[in-house]
């Protein structure tokens, strides 16, 4: 990794507010964390080399963070081995550690598989039994959390499925990091003709009603987006990101056989086709504020 030298930047607190474009978003929406996770996938990783703080704090401040919650989700991210400090004389600068590199890469990983073609689905699930034990509750919200992320549905108590049948190494995973192999057991086949069909498995497994409504907020809020140079389109850049990260956790993906016409096709190419228009101007805009 590059180690750049990390010139100071004089700018004060005010400084930062005023040189915002009077267009930038000034509510903040998810936590400062969640965005400075956008932050590091989308422009330190591909970009290399050390940030300084008041980088950070530019875009942080100018999306309507207090600088106090900026410097603290900088600070929890250290302590999570994520960031590493470099001190320049009087200016703090930070490198994202591999830790944190495997993981913002994954989860971009899968950010963007959903805007992925789709191979015609053979009609197997991966079906997952798993007992949690009640003096082990404390690892249950552990194990739906994780099973969600994998694209999962839960269409009754103890019993987990997925049309995707390549999963079953991550549930496996899963499943031997909670200590519940014991627990635990998998098939993977086709629905047979006793209790529910295709149709009602989706319908109990997965809450897609609310998935909907959140596509409608970002194809209602993306869409027809057209930021300025600078300001605006960084920002926008990383606002779009932010909201489209949320998606590989609560959308399963589920192929067009099982759920034909769903909105989140649509809302990826909204996303893939703003994220390319963009992506260079805000990689310009972010290297002038970081050089």
């Given at each position: 990794m590059s180690r750049r030298r990390c010139h100071e930047m004089s700018a004060s607190r005010a400084d930062i507010r005023t040189a915002l474009a009077p267009s930038s978003p000034a509510t903040p929406t998810g936590s400062a964390r969640s965005v400075l996770v956008t932050i590091l996938g989308e422009f330190v990783l591909p970009n290399d080399g050390p940030v300084r703080t008041s980088s950070f704090l530019y875009i942080l401040t100018g999306l309507g963070y207090e600088i106090p919650a900026a410097r603290q989700a900088l600070n929890r991210f250290a302590e999570r081995g994520w960031l590493t400090r470099q001190r320049r004389g009087r200016q703090v600068c930070w490198l994202p550690t591999p830790a944190a590199r495997d993981y913002i890469e994954t989860g971009t990983e899968r950010v963007f598989s959903l805007h992925a073609a789709r191979t015609p689905w053979d009609r197997n699930w991966l079906v997952l039994f798993v007992s949690v034990p009640h003096e082990r509750r404390k690892h249950r919200d552990k194990l739906h959390s994780a099973l969600r992320w994998a694209g999962f549905g839960n269409p009754m108590p103890g019993v987990w499925v997925s049309p995707h049948t390549d999963r079953a190494a991550e549930a496996e995973r899963v499943v031997d990091e909670l200590g519940l192999r014991g627990q635990a057991l998998s098939f993977i086949g086709p629905a047979g003709a006793v209790g529910l069909n295709e149709r009602e498995i989706v319908r109990q497994g997965w809450e897609l009603h609310e998935v909907a409504d959140h596509y409608?907020?970002?194809?209602?809020?993306?869409?027809?987006?057209?930021?300025?140079?600078?300001?605006?389109?960084l920002f926008a850049q990383v606002k779009l990101i932010s909201a489209w990260r949320r998606f590989p956790f609560i959308d399963p993906q589920l192929p067009e056989e099982l759920l034909p016409g769903w909105?989140?096709?649509?809302?990826a190419v909204t996303f893939h086709d703003r994220w390319q228009w963009w992506f260079e101007r805000a990689q310009l805009r972010w290297r002038e504020i970081n050089r």
């Open positions: 409608e907020e970002l194809l209602a809020q993306f869409a027809n987006l057209e930021p300025a140079d600078g300001d605006p389109v909105i989140g096709r649509q809302a």
